[in-house]
């Protein structure tokens, strides 16, 4: 079964500074997808980025980009020139790309502060 | 823009009552999920639905029960509300291969 750890429970980083949030998944499968997601306080939840596996170029959504290393089973987000509507809850997740299956495997989160 | 609405985001039932929970999407999506949101436990799949009338049970489906009778919207029902089922409730719902999209979570308290 596959599983998605988060190892940070709650990150600080100065405004305008650059943070990285790790996640790390195990997987047997070669085809798959992995997101990261930001919950702001009270908010809806957001896509923030989203990486296929068999893509070797790292995403990048302008401040947000990932350091997707398929071999370690790593996935990071780095958030550069952090601001303050940067602080949420972020989640990582992975998905299959078998075509029968619909789940979603989420990691337990990080809390990100940010600091004025 | 894709909308997914829940129908309460705040509710307090007590032991015992029938809790239904309900979500709607608007961007005729085929997937719908309920989820579980605790601290320190992430997300937490309680059923999810891939068309009209078909559901699965996702890691933790005890105590509760989904229904799908309309491709846009997707219910989650908790026929015998206990305390440990007090937590924050996330519907989504995606395309086939496309991203997840969430609703603003219902926080549910049972007393």
Redesign the interface.
């Known amino acids: 079964a596959q599983t998605v750890t988060?190892s940070q429970?709650e990150m600080s980083v100065q405004e305008a500074e650059t943070v990285t949030l790790s996640c790390t998944y195990d997987t047997s499968e070669s085809d798959y997808y992995l997101?990261w997601?930001k919950q702001p306080p009270s908010?809806?939840?957001?896509?923030v980025i989203?990486q296929e596996a068999y893509k070797q170029q790292n995403a990048t959504e302008n401040r947000f980009s990932v350091n997707f290393q398929k071999a370690a089973k790593s996935f990071s987000l780095k958030i550069s020139d952090s601001q303050l509507g940067d602080a949420a809850m972020y989640?990582c997740a992975y998905r299959s790309g078998d075509s029968g299956t619909?789940?979603?495997i989420?990691?337990?989160?990080t809390r990100l502060k940010v600091l004025a | 823009d894709v909308k997914v609405t829940q129908s309460s985001r705040y509710l307090v039932k007590r032991t015992g009552e029938k809790v239904f929970l309900e979500c709607v999407q608007d961007m005729d999506h085929e997937?719908m999920?309920w989820?579980r949101q605790d601290p320190?436990?992430?997300?937490?799949?309680i059923y999810?639905s891939?068309d009209v009338k078909m559901k699965?049970k996702?890691d933790i489906p005890e105590g509760y029960s989904v229904s799908r009778e309309k491709k846009e919207r997707f219910s989650l029902i908790l026929e015998s509300a206990s305390t440990n089922q007090t937590s924050m409730y996330?519907c989504a719902s995606?395309s086939y291969y496309e991203?997840?999209?969430?609703?603003?979570?219902t926080r549910l308290l049972v007393l």
């Open positions: 988060q429970p997101f997601y908010r809806q939840m957001i896509l989203r989640f619909y789940k979603y989420f990691g337990t989160g | 997937n999920f989820y320190g436990l992430g997300l937490r799949l999810f891939y699965e996702g996330l995606s991203t997840q999209y969430f609703g603003p979570g």
